[in-house]
């Protein structure tokens, strides 16, 4: 390696320590499980671009070649695949889409064992063999996250460019270790460059979703000083967000969900403690709906007493049920506030929620929303205080009876909400 070359990977380097370093004080000042993992998450690319690059070699300590030529071929398999694991969860690929989970840990697991499997190989195939997996896991990911932004995940598309620019980056990189490139400064340039660009996209991506999930743990069931209006989508933006949402699923044919919650004591309430303290639980409830269903969904405020979430994408059906059972359980939880005489209370919400499968089979939103409301408004006398159209009858079921594992029957006189 010459000066220049050095030169360019050391300010490579320096540019992805410097992000790590952010993440770092960011978490030495709000430790958090995500700020952690981001910080592994750079740190991991840091040492990616350190040993493959050949900075590694021109160290005070140089490593020895045997054992630097083995971190070379476990650093990319080994790196893409613990990205893998961690933009799962970014994702929020569980709750949203088999495919995408499913591949994701898939890759996340073999990809490690097939670097270490690498090493058994004949000396010649092994950076070679190497460089072919860490570079069909990237195009993978890449193609995962690509997926999730055509689905209205609104940072995927950061994501998905960090993980187009790790492309030419291992590409690069693995070039090098294996002295493919020669001596053409530019080349590596460019190599650099998308190395610390990729770098840059996705821990934007990690920090943006980090904050925003921040938010919403930060609206805790203690009375919260912020106006609700302000800090939730208007009905006008949750049909918007609806009419596009159907759009997107009339193109990838994935399942959804429309979720109304729907608060039946208000007036009680406002009675009770004042509509500051009604406020209060207004704000209080969007932040556990918004915990719930994590920061990937659209929460909103549909008018004054029902609250609406939009789940673009669902794994299947049956998961209607946990994620309908729990949020009841969170939404009907006592709420602190402040009273209007300036004591602390604890108000009891009645509530209900209604669920909506979204289907691959486009309906309109005004129906979406209606039928939406209608099984939060049934919700209200079931033991779960959740409710779902039956697929046979039409007519509201409790959710924990409902029978989701069948399709909905081809009948004119349903609803043509129809899920």
């Known amino acids: 390696m010459s000066a220049q070359e050095l030169t360019i990977w050391s300010m490579a380097l320096g540019a992805i320590a410097a992000v790590a370093l952010g993440r770092l004080a960011e978490y030495a000042l709000r430790p958090t499980i995500s700020q952690l993992q981001g910080v592994g998450y750079h740190l991991a690319v840091f040492l990616l671009v350190f040993i493959l690059s050949g900075v590694a070699a ?54 490690p ?4 499997a690498c090493l058994g190989l004949p000396l010649p195939l092994q950076l070679p063999i190497a460089s072919a997996i860490s570079l069909l896991g990237a195009a993978v990911t890449f193609w995962l ?35 493919l490139t020669g001596d053409r400064l530019a080349l590596q340039a460019a ?8 770098n840059g996209f996705t821990g934007f991506g990690l920090w943006r979703r980090d904050r925003l ?5 930060r609206g805790s069931d203690a009375a919260p000083q912020l106006d609700p209006v302000t800090h939730l989508h208007s009905g006008r933006s949750l049909v918007h967000n609806l009419v596009r949402a159907q759009r ?29 303290a009604v406020n209060q639980v207004f704000v209080c409830l969007a932040n556990r709906v918004q915990r719930q269903l994590g920061t990937v969904n659209v929460v909103g405020r549909y008018y004054e ?41 604890e108000l009891h919400v009645e509530a209900g929620i209604g669920l909506v499968h979204l289907s ?60």
Not at 113 to 116: C, D, L, R, T, Y
């Open 58 to 111: 021109r160290t005070a300590v140089p490593l020895e070649p045997r054992l630097l030529h083995a971190l070379q071929v476990l650093a990319g398999p080994v790196c893409v695949g613990l990205s893998d694991l961690w933009i799962r969860g970014w994702l929020y690929a569980p709750q949203r889409d088999r495919l995408m989970a499913g591949v994701l840990q898939i890759s996340g697991l073999l990809l």
């Open 360 to 419: 691959r089979r486009a309906a309109a939103v005004e129906d979406i929303l209606a039928d939406a409301e209608r099984m939060a408004q049934a919700a209200r006398t079931m033991p779960s205080h959740a409710a779902i159209r039956d697929p046979l009858t039409g007519q509201p079921v409790a959710l924990e009876h409902a029978r989701l594992d069948r399709r909905m029957r081809r009948n004119p006189n349903l609803l043509h909400a129809a899920s």
């Open 113 to 116: 064992i097939a670097g270490v």
């Open 145 to 179: 996250t690509a997926r999730a932004a055509l689905r209205g995940d609104a940072l995927a598309p950061v994501m998905a460019m960090g993980c187009l620019l790790t492309l030419p980056a291992l590409w690069g990189l693995y070039g090098i270790a294996m002295d």
């Open 248 to 276: 997107r699923r009339r193109r990838s044919g994935q399942d959804g969900a429309v979720l109304a919650i729907h608060v039946f004591n208000v007036e009680k309430m406002r009675a009770e403690a004042g509509t500051g």
């Open 213 to 217: 999930e921040q938010r919403a743990r």
């Open 191 to 198: 190599f650099a460059l998308c190395a610390a660009l990729s």
């Open 305 to 345: 007493a029902c609250f609406v979430a939009l789940v673009e994408s669902i794994p299947s059906r049956s998961w209607l049920r946990t994620l309908g059972l729990r949020l009841s359980e969170s939404v009907r939880w006592p709420v602190e506030v402040t009273t209007r005489s300036g004591e602390a209370a």
